[in-house]
């Protein structure tokens, strides 16, 4: 299993190359869809059809439930150890 920093890491360079990433847990939606975090991943995947792709799924800590937080800053809702918009926008104003 791979270090949640690692993958965290691994999502962001994939990001800042163009790639897309979801974060969240994965469950079952009421009609059976795929869902991470609170994205439907049909609805997701379906911006890539007729691509050829390469889909990672990386693992990060134990079985659970989501614990949903709201950021200080900027007062939208994530799960996880950072919001992931003000996460990017820091990087985006360093330069990174």
Not at 10 to 23: C, K, T, V
Request: charged share 30%; net charge negative.
């Amino acid at each position: 299993m791979m270090s949640k920093s690692d993958a965290q890491e691994l999502a962001s360079q994939a990001m800042d190359m163009g790639a897309g990433a979801l974060r969240g847990f994965l469950h079952r939606g009421e009609a059976e869809e795929w869902i991470v975090g609170s994205t439907d991943v049909n609805t997701w995947l379906g911006r890539y059809e007729g691509f050829e792709l390469i889909l990672l799924a990386v693992p990060i800590g134990e079985r659970g439930t989501a614990e949903v937080k709201t950021c200080r800053t900027c007062g939208r809702e994530y799960e996880g150890d950072a919001c992931p918009h003000c996460q990017t926008a820091r990087k985006r104003l360093r330069g990174e």
